[in-house]
């Protein structure tokens, strides 16, 4: 099978192909997009450094399609959940779909973002599929005809080991993250799904942790209480000023576009004209106490930017 990516520019660019357990794919990679190296938790563009977003957008509404692999264990996984309410609970055994669909009734940007200190604008329309299989993998391309259609598609399922939830990528897994022709996807455990974890897999994990001009200090790490974190100091290397913990949360929410570097009332992502001004002389999306660069674009590349 060829799987042939329409290019987003001039340049056809790189031919490369993969091999899987059943067949090789072929991909053509167009060279304005990014080696996609795991620098700084994230993907950036080559050519300029621009932050990669793994979905087309970051605000409006969003049409998201549940997919729960109708296991015992799976249903076992969602009674045992704290956040599960009384009512889906009590539905389980009578009809998986309603449990479900009374489940993300309660995934509204008031619990989703209640985390936050500004609101997105972002809306949700959920809709619920329930299939009599273990994961993703076992669906035909007539059940997953339809998944192109969405936003997204959560699969509820069983993860292996200590995992909560596999951040939002193309499906199948194959698939570059510029593939947008193939549906954006998220595997969250039916044992920790939540209105906050739902956030964290498809919002907070679409953009980079940190842009990829920062620098970083030597590896330090602490134990506290037997857990032992990482305390490496990130640089802005204009200003040579450490990054706080207050930084990294509004980093963000800026390469989300929900910030305002402007100050006009109108969130980035959705700001036809951002203005320069004292704390943002380039207009970009990021702050100049953020930026690492004040002659470049370091706001994030989006598929729908113009």
Same mark, same amino acid.
């Given at each position: 099978?060829?799987?042939?990516?329409?290019?987003?520019?001039?340049?056809?660019?790189?031919?490369?192909?993969?091999?899987?357990?059943?067949?090789?794919?072929?991909?053509?990679?167009?060279?304005?997009?990014?080696?996609?190296?795991?620098?700084?938790?994230?993907?950036?563009?080559?050519?300029?450094?621009?932050? *990669?977003? #793994?979905?087309?957008?970051?605000?409006?509404?969003?049409?998201? &399609?549940? =997919?729960?692999?109708?296991?015992?264990?799976?249903?076992?996984?969602?009674?045992?959940?704290?956040?599960?309410?009384?009512?889906?609970?009590?539905?389980?055994?009578?009809?998986?779909?309603?449990?479900?669909?009374?489940?993300?009734?309660?995934?509204?940007?008031?619990?989703?973002?209640?985390?936050?200190?500004?609101?997105?604008? =972002?809306?949700?329309?959920?809709?619920?599929?329930?299939?009599?299989?273990?994961?993703? !993998?076992?669906?035909?391309?007539?059940?997953?005809?339809?998944?192109?259609?969405?936003?997204? *598609?959560?699969?509820?399922?069983?993860?292996?080991?200590?995992?909560?939830?596999?951040?939002?990528?193309? /499906?199948?897994?194959?698939?570059?993250?510029?593939?947008?022709?193939?549906?954006?996807?998220?595997?969250?455990?039916? &044992?920790?799904?939540?209105?906050?974890?739902?956030?964290?897999? &498809?919002? #907070?994990?679409?953009?980079?942790?940190?842009?990829?001009?920062?620098?970083?200090?030597?590896?330090?790490?602490?134990?506290?209480?037997?857990?032992?974190?990482? #305390?490496?100091?990130?640089?802005?290397?204009?200003?040579?000023?450490?990054?706080? #913990?207050?930084?990294?949360?509004?980093?963000?929410?800026?390469?989300?576009? /929900?910030?305002?570097? !402007?100050?006009?009332?109108?969130?980035?992502?959705?700001?036809?004209?951002?203005?320069?001004?004292?704390?943002?002389?380039?207009?970009? /999306?990021?702050?100049?106490?953020?930026?690492?660069? &004040?002659?470049?674009?370091?706001?994030?590349?989006? /598929?729908?930017?113009?």
């Amino acid at each position: 099978m060829t799987h042939v990516v329409a290019p987003a520019c001039d340049d056809m660019g790189v031919l490369f192909e993969t091999e899987n357990s059943e067949e090789p794919l072929t991909h053509y990679e167009p060279v304005c997009f990014p080696p996609y190296f795991y620098k700084y938790e994230g993907y950036f563009l080559a050519s300029t450094g621009q932050a *990669v977003p #793994r979905l087309e957008k970051t605000c409006g509404a969003f049409r998201v &399609l549940v =997919v729960f692999f109708d296991t015992a264990a799976n249903r076992d996984a969602l009674r045992m959940n704290p956040e599960v309410s009384e009512v889906p609970r009590m539905l389980l055994d009578a009809d998986v779909h309603a449990a479900l669909t009374s489940l993300f009734v309660a995934y509204v940007p008031a619990t989703v973002f209640s985390g936050l200190a500004v609101r997105p604008q =972002v809306s949700f329309t959920f809709d619920v599929k329930v299939f009599p299989a273990e994961h993703p !993998d076992a669906l035909s391309s007539e059940q997953t005809a339809g998944f192109a259609a969405y936003d997204a *598609v959560v699969f509820l399922e069983d993860l292996p080991g200590q995992f909560a939830g596999y951040g939002v990528g193309r /499906w199948p897994m194959n698939h570059p993250i510029f593939r947008t022709d193939g549906p954006a996807a998220l595997r969250i455990d039916p &044992l920790h799904v939540s209105p906050g974890l739902f956030y964290n897999e &498809l919002f #907070r994990r679409n953009v980079p942790v940190l842009l990829a001009e920062y620098t970083k200090g030597p590896e330090t790490f602490e134990e506290v209480g037997g857990i032992v974190y990482d #305390r490496t100091q990130v640089f802005n290397p204009r200003t040579g000023r450490v990054l706080e #913990r207050e930084d990294f949360a509004l980093l963000s929410l800026v390469l989300n576009g /929900w910030h305002d570097v !402007d100050e006009d009332g109108i969130q980035d992502c959705v700001d036809p004209e951002i203005h320069a001004g004292p704390g943002n002389v380039d207009a970009d /999306w990021v702050p100049d106490t953020l930026d690492p660069d &004040l002659g470049a674009d370091n706001g994030p590349f989006l /598929w729908t930017r113009g």
